[in-house]
């Protein structure tokens, strides 16, 4: 098996992300309103689980990884459409059917669609189901990683705080989480609505986990973070990112949460992304 304990290739993950900018905007020509600026918000992070952290199963099995992830901000997901569309676990027609009577990729990942584990999109669902999948993963005995991207906003959410707590008392740490750390949720600051959300990584610490505070969309960071964990805790990287990555009148504008660009704003964004080189 191959294994993660491996040098990371930023400039490889960069260059996937730019290609997986410009699909999602894409994607984003088809419908009239979906969460663009969430799913750049955390890209790199997700990319960084699939292509660097994440275990491939036996050849030929399935599911293709040995390890889980779970989207838990669940309208960030095509960041994760576009990924399992480029690992051929999902079809060219099943995003050309996103958000379509006919298809199968809704505005949220579903359970059921090959790449999604658990349905996710009501907010401060997913670290329950990743701290009960990490337990399950221990009583079995199973060397298994479970991976979860949550967003800040899922932080307001107190299940959230009560499987971080549980996960710390089990003390899992085949538990590894991300934060996406934009500072919005949905159409507000957190730093102006909610001032007592920060410092978010000493919360977190408090709560018994392992903590680290990175830049979200530096891959290679978060990689090391991963590498050096002590192992003897959950982990939680936390990633302070701009939500809208990469696209200049997207970045920190609260509208783009829900908006999908006209023709003239896809033009412009395609031209600030630029192209993916060879
Ligand atoms: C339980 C719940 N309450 C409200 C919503 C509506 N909602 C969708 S996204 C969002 C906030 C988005 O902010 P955040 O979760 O931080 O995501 P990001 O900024 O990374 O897009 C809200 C309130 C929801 N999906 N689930």
Same mark, same amino acid.
């Given at each position: 098996?191959?294994?993660?304990? #491996? ?17 999602? =905007? ?11 600026? /969430? *799913? ?14 994440? +275990?491939?199963?036996?050849?030929? =099995?399935?599911?293709?990884?040995? $390890?889980?992830? =779970? ?17 051929? %676990? ?10 379509? /009577? ?7 990942? $579903? ?25 399950? $993963? +221990?009583?079995?005995?199973?060397? +298994? ?19 971080i ?12 989480a991300?934060v ?7 159409? *507000? +600051? ?9 410092p978010v990584l000493d919360k977190i610490r408090a709560f018994g986990w392992e903590a680290i505070e990175v ?10 973070g991963?590498?050096?964990r002590?192992?003897?805790k959950p982990l939680m990287i936390v990633? #302070?990112? %701009? #939500?809208? &990555? ?6 920190? %504008? /609260? ?7 006209? &023709? ?5 964004? =395609? ?8």
């Amino acid at each position: 098996m191959a294994s993660v304990e #491996k040098g990371f290739d930023a400039l490889a993950a960069q260059r996937r992300c730019l290609e997986y900018r410009r699909r999602i =905007l894409e994607i984003s020509q088809q419908v009239t309103a979906l969460h663009v600026a /969430p *799913a750049f918000s955390c890209l790199e992070m997700v990319d960084l689980i699939y292509s660097g952290l994440m +275990r491939p199963s036996a050849e030929g =099995l399935s599911p293709r990884f040995l $390890d889980s992830f =779970l989207m838990s901000k669940g309208h960030g997901c095509l960041s994760q459409y576009v990924i399992l569309e480029n690992f051929g %676990v999902l079809e060219k027609s099943d995003l050309q059917n996103y958000c379509t /009577p006919i298809g199968q990729l809704g505005a949220h990942p $579903d359970f059921g669609v090959p790449g999604i584990e658990a349905s996710t999109g009501s907010l401060g669902h997913g670290m329950g189901i990743a701290t009960g999948m990490a337990y399950a $993963d +221990r009583i079995k005995g199973d060397d +298994r990683h479970i991976f979860v991207v949550l967003s800040d906003g899922e932080l307001q959410e107190g299940s959230t705080w009560e499987a971080i707590m549980m996960a710390a008392n089990l003390n899992l740490h085949n538990l590894i989480a991300f934060v996406d750390l934009n500072d919005f949720g949905g159409l *507000a +600051r957190m730093s102006e609505g909610h001032p007592a959300f920060y410092p978010v990584l000493d919360k977190i610490r408090a709560f018994g986990w392992e903590a680290i505070e990175v830049n979200g969309h530096d891959a290679a960071a978060m990689h090391d973070g991963f590498l050096n964990r002590s192992r003897k805790k959950p982990l939680m990287i936390v990633g #302070k990112t %701009v #939500k809208g &990555k990469g696209v200049s009148f997207m970045e920190h %504008v /609260p509208i783009w949460h829900y908006r999908s660009p006209n &023709k003239e704003e896809y033009a412009q964004a =395609l031209a600030e992304l630029g192209e993916v080189s060879s």
